[in-house]
């Protein structure tokens, strides 16, 4: 008998079976079922798949007892804190950081591809007013595989590049073009000499003809520390593994469909609140919450198995300790307190939630610790972004990782359509 193998016997006939294992470079080994159904004849159920590893890949790792996150093998904590966004970018597509003359590159490039073609822009004057952002974003980015229909049938690296290039370049402005759409101001082209995540902030805030309106402090444009705060907001959301909106994506492009309407399928996935759409709810309910006083009362609703109500921005499929993301956001939190004005009744608010479900035995044994998105939202407040942006914002980031993995599916030669089974249980 092979040693790397699990067997299973069924106890109804005595029949034995044996998976082979793989063993990954990290992480736990993985039993190959793909044999199972022709071997047995019975499918295997895992509702959620909660134990089911969708592919294999090589562009992120976690380890959610650990509270670990690497993408291309470097932790998270030192891409966040001691480099860009666009350096975590094209780290994901290329497999390494890159060089001052490789980043410039890589830089002006997106700075020229960030405008989109004047009949998407015509499309937004469709959506109803008041339309939410990220139904507005999805829809346009579907639409923008009109405008490069000829993505489909790419098949070598340089076209895969540009490919990815070309969407991580346009998604803030049709963020942003979504955004003043539901508020009914008009669009605000992107500036070429501002960075990536300047650029952004200055999509949403600026007046027609690209002026910035004045703060109470007489000196208001963008500052640096906003700029910073944004990048690094969006390297924590970059890219994730396989969770439900990068599974979407794959299980998308599977079918042979176009990159752009898989990661308009991704954005889909990632607006409910158990996902990004988490950002946007977890302020909803510290506003709804008041105060300090009410959040005994909150904690208990949480806790009651009668009562829907959950804590928003707590808990994860994976991480079973802190997210490491969300440490580094709590620690950008305390950093840009005093010089962002973050709201203090929801910091206070949010540290007490914090507090109390860190020592209670509800939290702690179902091992429910803060997500990226408890903290994320305090500090887009104080950057003035408004709450529907929130998981726009985590799109931004995010799409670098859709598309990472859209090309490294497509790379794959042993892909097959993801087509999962059911245990039918009708008529
Ligand atoms: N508040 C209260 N109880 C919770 C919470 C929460 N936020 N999250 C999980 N639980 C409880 C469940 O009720 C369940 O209790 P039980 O065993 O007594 O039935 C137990 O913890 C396990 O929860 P599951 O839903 O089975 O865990 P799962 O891994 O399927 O879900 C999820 C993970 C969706 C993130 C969940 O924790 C949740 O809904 N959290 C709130 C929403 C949120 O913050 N989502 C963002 C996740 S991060 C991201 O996507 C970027």
């Not at 666009?86 to 405008?115: A, G, I, M, Q, V």
């Not at 198995?305 to 921005?313: I, K, Q, S, T």
Request: proline residues 4%; charged residues 25%; hydrophobic residues 40%.
């Amino acid at each position: 008998m092979k040693t790397n193998t699990v067997t299973m016997t069924d106890n109804r006939t005595g029949a034995m079976y044996e998976l082979d294992i793989l063993d990954g470079t990290r992480g736990p080994s993985v039993v190959d079922i793909s044999s199972f159904y022709t071997q047995t004849g019975m499918f295997t159920y895992d509702n959620g798949f909660t134990s089911t590893a969708n592919c294999k890949s090589e562009i992120t790792f976690i380890d959610g007892d650990k509270g670990e996150l690497r993408y291309r093998g470097i932790e998270i904590e030192e891409l966040a804190l001691n480099h860009s966004y666009l350096e975590t970018c094209y780290l994901l597509l290329n497999e390494k950081l890159p060089n001052k003359k490789e980043l410039l590159e890589f830089d002006l490039e997106l700075r020229h591809r960030s405008l989109v073609h004047e009949s998407l822009r015509h499309l937004f004057q469709a959506f109803p007013a008041g339309a939410h952002p990220m139904a507005t974003l999805s829809s346009a980015t579907a639409a923008l595989s009109t405008f490069y229909y000829d993505h489909l049938e790419i098949s070598h690296e340089a076209g895969y590049q540009e490919m990815a290039r070309r969407i991580i370049a346009k998604m803030p402005t049709v963020a942003a073009f979504a955004y003043r759409h539901s508020i009914g101001a008009p669009f605000i082209h992107p500036d070429i000499d501002r960075s990536f995540s300047e650029n952004f902030l200055y999509m949403l805030r600026a007046y027609p003809g690209g002026k910035m309106h004045v703060g109470p402090d007489g000196e208001y444009s963008i500052k640096d520390i906003e700029v910073k705060a944004l990048d690094t907001i969006f390297t924590l959301h970059a890219d994730h593994e396989q969770n439900a909106s990068t599974a979407t994506v794959r299980g998308v492009a599977s079918t042979g469909a176009h990159p752009y309407v898989a990661i308009s399928a991704g954005i889909s996935a990632l607006w409910g609140r158990a996902h990004g759409g988490a950002n946007e709810s977890v302020i909803a309910q510290l506003e709804m919450i008041g105060s300090v006083e009410n959040v005994d009362k909150f904690i208990a609703r949480a806790k009651d198995p009668d009562d829907e109500f959950r804590l928003m921005g707590f808990g994860h499929r994976v991480y079973k300790n802190f997210d490491p993301r969300a440490k580094v956001l709590k620690g950008l939190q305390e950093q840009l307190k005093d010089e962002l004005h973050l709201d203090s009744n929801l910091m206070r608010i949010a540290n007490k939630i914090e507090e109390i479900a860190l020592c209670d035995e509800y939290f702690i044994s179902r091992k429910l610790y803060p997500n990226i998105d408890f903290y994320s939202g305090v500090i887009l407040t104080a950057l003035g972004i408004p709450k529907s942006m929130f998981t726009p914002v985590f799109v931004i980031g995010r799409t670098v990782g859709w598309i990472t993995q859209w090309i490294e599916y497509k790379k794959d030669t042993q892909t097959k359509i993801a087509r999962p089974r059911q245990l039918y249980m009708g008529e």
